[in-house]
């Protein structure tokens, strides 16, 4: 008989669809938001963005702020990603609501990692 192929997760990789509702932490371990899905890069296939859903009740009248991947580190402990942000700088961030997602472009790109201090990487 065949073995079973882990296809959820494994020590080192997870599936997409796992990866979207897990909750996001600041450094101090308080809930930002969770993760809305993650942009992927359809050539490298490297994720560029995770994009943290945040703020409203029960996911009505939240916002969606795209942060650069590398910028999340999963946490075993607390079973989500953490990130070196406050609150306040989050609230601060480029954001777009629901049904208005922006264009993924270069220039929207260079806006976000801009102002996350993150070198953006792609041309």
Do not use: C
Request: glycine letters at 10%; charged letters at 25%.
């Amino acid at each position: 008989m065949a073995e079973t192929i882990a296809i959820d997760e494994t020590n080192r990789l997870i599936s997409s669809d796992k990866v979207d509702g897990t909750t996001v932490y600041d450094r101090q371990g308080e809930k930002l938001g969770s993760v809305r899905n993650f942009m992927v890069d359809k050539r490298s296939g490297k994720a560029e963005y995770a994009v943290l859903q945040f703020g409203g009740i029960f996911g009505i009248g939240s916002e969606y702020y795209p942060l650069p991947w590398d910028m999340l580190t999963y946490d075993t402990n607390l079973g989500g990603y953490v990130v070196e942000i406050s609150k306040e700088r989050l609230e601060a961030a480029p954001r777009y609501e629901e049904r208005a997602e922006p264009e993924y472009d270069h220039i929207y790109g260079r806006q976000v990692y801009g102002y996350w201090g993150v070198p953006y990487p792609f041309v």
